[in-house]
């Protein structure tokens, strides 16, 4: 049975930062893409930043970019978001997901159908 278990969500102030983790259990992640995803009240899920299963390709949301960094221990079977300069927009429900395949790409990336497995998400909270 495959697990993912997210953690490091909290209550920052605007311009903080956190790290948030994703363990995965039941899989070995170096086989596979990962990727983050958020939702925060009322609206869908989106597209945060994705990780090829080597670490060498990732891409981001624009609304990210340049302010997260995505990246990945395979010897720990973890997926890392380094989230600086947070925004009350960043506020949301922040997910995990392993990909299906090792390679992503930028079409496929922000896709929920590119990934099977999902954690229950951590919360981020940024107050202005």
């Known amino acids: 049975q495959v697990q993912l278990v997210e953690s490091g969500g909290g209550l920052v102030q605007a311009g903080g930062s956190l790290r948030l983790s994703c363990a995965v259990s039941?899989?070995?992640?170096?086989?596979?893409?990962m990727g983050w995803f958020r939702q925060a009240p009322g609206k869908e899920r989106e597209f945060v930043a994705a990780?090829?299963?080597?670490?060498?390709?990732?891409f981001y949301a624009d609304s990210v970019k340049g302010r997260f960094t995505i990246s990945r221990d395979n010897a720990k079977n973890t997926v890392y978001l380094q989230m600086n300069s947070l925004k009350p927009e960043d506020t949301a429900v922040y997910y995990c997901?392993?990909?299906?395949?090792?390679?992503?790409?930028?079409?496929?990336?922000?896709?929920?159908?590119?990934?099977?497995?999902w954690g229950q998400g951590t919360q981020v909270t940024v107050s202005s």
């Open positions: 990780i090829s299963w080597g670490g060498g390709n990732t």
């Open positions: 997901a392993t990909g299906r395949t090792r390679a992503i790409w930028t079409t496929t990336a922000p896709l929920t159908r590119s990934y099977d497995y």
């Open positions: 039941g899989q070995t992640i170096s086989n596979y893409a």
